[in-house]
């Protein structure tokens, strides 16, 4: 059975950090990646990694802030989040896929329930 569960959201002002962590079951994916989605705006691409912790990719919004990592086991994803901004405000979701992808979300088969992150000005 595929399952991905989020944790780590939280309300932080801006400034703050918060780390995410999600855990996978059911298979060891090949990229793992996090999206966020704020009210009224479409989905977007976080950060990814490949299995083996290798290659992480950052949407330019988050390059130098976010920090995307896989754990040892490689079942798990973490994000890392700090100088977080009022503009990193959504639900953020983890997502899988067993193909070699980037940040397209169309790209990803499987997908987590999501947890909130609110940053306050």
């Known amino acids: 059975m595929v399952q991905l569960v989020e944790s780590g959201g939280g309300s932080v002002q801006a400034g703050g950090s918060l780390r995410l962590s999600c855990e996978t079951s059911?298979?060891?994916?090949?990229?793992l990646g996090w999206f966020r989605q704020a009210p009224g705006k479409e989905r977007e691409g976080v950060a990814r990694?490949?299995?083996?912790?290798?290659?992480?990719m950052y949407a330019d919004s988050v390059e130098g802030r976010f920090t995307i990592s896989r754990g040892n086991d490689k079942k798990t994803v973490y994000l890392q989040m700090s100088s977080l901004k009022p503009e990193d405000t959504g639900t953020y979701h983890c997502a899988a896929t067993d193909k070699w992808a980037e940040l397209g979300h169309t790209d990803y088969n499987y997908w987590g329930q999501g947890t909130q992150v609110t940053v306050s000005s």
């Open positions: 059911g298979y060891t994916y090949t990229t």
């Open positions: 990694i490949y299995f083996g912790g290798v290659a992480p």
